[in-house]
């Protein structure tokens, strides 16, 4: 058997199964293999009979002395069997499966695993797991021992998915490579590949468990880093057609700094001088420059375009959504045209562009028509034929919204131009040495002086009340405006507690704010109705927005100054940061209000963060020490598969797997399995120019 060959190519009941399992995240019979169990249910505990104690979890094996259907008065069945090992007698009972008569017969030897009930001289268990043992399947999976329990969909049970990956790996028909270097293994004692799946399945012990998790998430943490390292090199090996010259335009460069109607931070000037320097080396930069919303990273990036142009050169900025991309056109227009600079804008429904090409622009008359000196988009820039043959330096706004091709193409657009990536999204720093290991990371790290920090407030349940008629005074005090968060769109029939945004848009529209004009906006609306929502509200159409946590990244409503988030503790604190900073964008003090419906000890120590701390980086550390990576950052970064088992918060492990892969990548030659398998990657053009 080959572990790539697709699961419904199997036929029979692979094919039958197929959709489902590809619900799972299983689409080829490896994925089978690495589809880790949540937990595991404790049956190792064996005993007899006659020793069994009420309350006990343990597993019975013994005789099928008898077992019938019987039926209850309100007409369902109900199961029972009676079995001996010699030492006494247990009553069984199942509920409504009455096809248990035809699995299980009379004189069967069978394991049974539950909680024993004891009353009086009776001894019962109710619903065990249970397998009949015989010559043919001597093997207990479902019993007697540590018993995987893995994430399931409707119509695929653990049962199943245990015995088909039981089958997998007792056959052992299939090719495992297992290429991790074998001094990597012996240095952590490793075990190897195939024991390591073997004991993360079905362990003898939680020892064997840990073992098992130890070397199986160093994989993914080894193997991310590795490749990082690979995309670093390969980027290193592109040359561009000419450095930059920087002291020749510094006095324009000073000129521009002190026209700007504020001071720059300390850390803009650091930074800054991070990416000039770059700017001058035949390499092309690749840096992400990571910061707090209001930070200042548009001024950096509007200053690295301006180089740019000084040296002869075009810029090109892409955002992921059309109303940010329209923001960077007026804020950078606003900027450069005064100068004579051209700003052009490419997006799906925005086709402003004239040439197809942009050629070379003219220095000496920037109001060529030859093209434009700045281009704005969006992905139309990836798909729109145009290409940027002069383009010095490409900036790719919120750059984790972007996956690892959607970037390499834009890169291809160009001759080989800078790249300065920037985000938003705090990432801890932990995080950002393994998966953006291939760039130079810039923190901006200070805010500009006068910024208010946000009033962040959470609101007891019974201060709900109070804190509508707050919002609605503040509105009409300050002819402010005020998005209301809620983490659905319709209301879902098993969480009724969650607010969901169309339900509370009808409910506060009618009851709570009627003297008030409220908009709805949701991640189901097509981009342009979205972007026509935020242009209304933006223009003062609506006081109040509620949404969905789509408007999480790059709006900026100047007058926006409250922010509700209901069912805050359903948000990782990082996520919430983001939601936050929708507000605070103007001269006015701004307030974030924070609803939750569930209260416990840790929720309440996450949420009072977020009334002592404005950092984003901070933030990011604590919700990777309190929630663990989980999914909080593992779809962040568009191309990169989802870490199964390895945690971002396993400061330990994250530095043993760098290490290594540092090490190893530096004499990667002695190592074709590597080469083979795990640098395949998705920007292979790369290596090619």
Not at 16 to 34: A, H, M, N, P, V
Not at 150 to 159: A, D
Not at 185 to 201: G, M, S
Not at 546 to 566: C, F, R, S, W
Request: charge should be positive; include cysteine; glycine fraction near 6%.
């Amino acid at each position: 058997m080959q572990l790539q060959q697709p699961i419904f190519s199997a036929g029979g009941i692979y094919k039958r199964y197929s959709s489902l399992l590809e619900k799972l995240g299983i689409t080829t019979f490896q994925d089978f293999l690495y589809h880790f169990p949540h937990r595991y249910e404790d049956f190792s505990q064996i005993k007899i009979i006659s020793a069994l104690e009420n309350g006990e979890t343990v597993t019975v094996r013994g005789t099928v002395l008898s077992i019938k259907n019987s039926y209850t008065r309100f007409h369902k069945t109900l199961q029972k069997a009676m079995i001996t090992d010699g030492t006494g007698t247990i009553e069984i009972m199942w509920f409504n499966q009455p096809f248990l008569t035809k699995n299980i017969k009379t004189n069967d030897e069978i394991v049974l695993s539950g909680q024993i009930q004891v009353t009086g001289n009776k001894i019962s268990m109710t619903s065990p797991e249970y397998e009949i043992i015989s010559t043919h399947n001597p093997d207990t999976i479902h019993t007697g021992r540590l018993v995987p329990v893995y994430p399931e969909t409707r119509g695929v049970s653990s049962k199943w998915l245990r015995r088909q990956i039981f089958k997998l790996l007792k056959e052992n028909k299939f090719t495992l490579t297992d290429s991790l270097p074998a001094e990597i293994k012996q240095q952590y004692n490793f075990p190897q590949l195939y024991d390591a799946l073997q004991q993360i399945h079905f362990p003898q012990s939680y020892t064997e468990v840990e073992q098992a998790k130890q070397r199986l998430a160093f994989d993914e943490l080894f193997y991310l880093q590795l490749k990082a390292l690979h995309r670093k090199q390969m980027w290193k090996q592109r040359k561009l057609t000419t450095a930059f010259k920087i002291d020749n335009y510094k006095t324009q460069i000073d000129t521009m700094i002190r026209s700007l109607p504020f001071p720059l931070t300390n850390a803009q000037k650091r930074e800054l001088n991070s990416i000039f320097a770059d700017l001058t080396s035949d390499q092309p930069m690749n840096r992400l420059l990571q910061g707090d919303v209001g930070s200042g990273k548009t001024i950096v990036a509007a200053l690295t375009m301006y180089m740019a142009i000084l040296n002869d050169k075009q810029a090109v900025i892409m955002a992921p959504t059309e109303i940010l991309a329209e923001q960077h056109y007026k804020s950078l227009s606003k900027l450069f045209t005064p100068l004579g600079i051209n700003v052009d804008i490419i997006t799906g429904s925005t086709k402003k562009i004239k040439n197809k090409t942009l050629s070379k622009a003219n220095n000496e008359d920037k109001n060529n028509k030859t093209g434009p000196n700045i281009l704005v988009g969006t992905h139309a820039l990836l798909y729109n034929k145009a290409d940027f043959p002069n383009a010095g330096v490409v900036v790719i706004d919120e750059q984790h919204r972007f996956g690892v091709e959607q970037r390499a193409l834009m890169r291809e657009k160009g001759n080989n131009p800078h790249v300065l990536t920037m985000t938003a999204t705090p990432i801890p720093r932990t995080m950002a040495l393994t998966v953006y290991a291939d760039l130079d990371v810039s923190y901006l790290d200070e805010m500009p002086f006068g910024r208010k920090p946000i009033k962040t407030w959470l609101v007891p349940s019974e201060k709900r009340q109070g804190a509508y008629e707050w919002i609605a005074k503040q509105i009409g005090e300050t002819a402010s405006q005020a998005f209301i968060i809620c983490p659905f769109i319709e209301e879902s029939e098993n969480m009724q507690t969650v607010k969901a945004a169309s339900v509370e848009f009808e409910r506060l529209r009618k009851e709570v704010f009627p003297q008030l004009k409220l908009g709805i906006l949701h991640g189901k609306m097509k981009a342009k109705e979205k972007d026509d929502i935020l242009m209304q509200f933006k223009n003062r159409l609506f006081d109040i927005l509620v949404a969905t946590p789509v408007v999480e990244v790059g709006i900026d409503i100047p007058n926006a100054t409250i922010i509700v988030i209901e069912a805050s503790e359903r948000f990782g604190l990082s996520q919430l940061h983001q939601l936050r900073g929708r507000v605070g964008r103007g001269d006015k003090q701004s307030y974030c209000l924070l609803f939750a419906e569930t209260k416990n000890d840790q929720t309440f120590t996450r949420l009072k963060a977020m009334e002592t701390t404005n950092s984003g980086a901070k933030l990011a550390e604590l919700d990777l020490q309190i929630r663990g990576s989980g999914d909080l950052y593992g779809t962040m970064q568009s191309g990169y598969k989802l870490l199964k088992i390895a945690s971002f918060s396993d400061k330990d492990l994250l530095t043993k797997a760098r290490t290594a892969a540092k090490t190893i990548y530096s004499k990667i030659n002695d190592y074709p399995l590597l080469i083979e398998q795990l640098l395949e990657l998705n920007e292979q053009k790369i290596s090619q120019d």
